[in-house]
């Protein structure tokens, strides 16, 4: 079978598409978003309330004010190991409440 001159691999056109449509935001968001719990493991995760990026900041809204005190601690480490994750640098810094 022959390949058409104008063919592209589909991956390519892909990133073509989220680039044309601005999408890249959107799925670092949630690329961060799905690795909090994986990241900070379930203990973290159950006392999560709320997870959101804006403008390089990632707010976390917490059910108890020990883990909140406990992680505002590692908060350099947070942004570290969420970054690693993710691949790049997606966030600068956290804000937990």
Do not use: C, F
């Not at 056109?13 to 719990?37: F, N, R, Y």
């Not at 379930?42 to 909140?68: C, D, G, M």
């Amino acid at each position: 079978m022959m390949r058409n001159s104008n063919s592209k691999p589909i991956h390519e056109i892909i990133k073509e598409l989220i680039k044309q449509q601005h999408l890249q935001p959107g799925l670092d968001t949630a690329k961060v978003i799905l690795a909090w719990p994986e990241v900070m493991g379930l203990n973290v995760a159950k006392e999560t309330l709320k997870v959101s990026i804006h403008n390089r900041i990632l707010y976390v809204s917490l059910r108890s004010a020990i883990v909140r005190s406990e992680l505002m601690m590692l908060r350099t480490d947070i942004v570290a190991a969420l970054n690693r994750k993710v691949g790049y640098s997606i966030i600068d810094n956290v804000v937990l409440r």
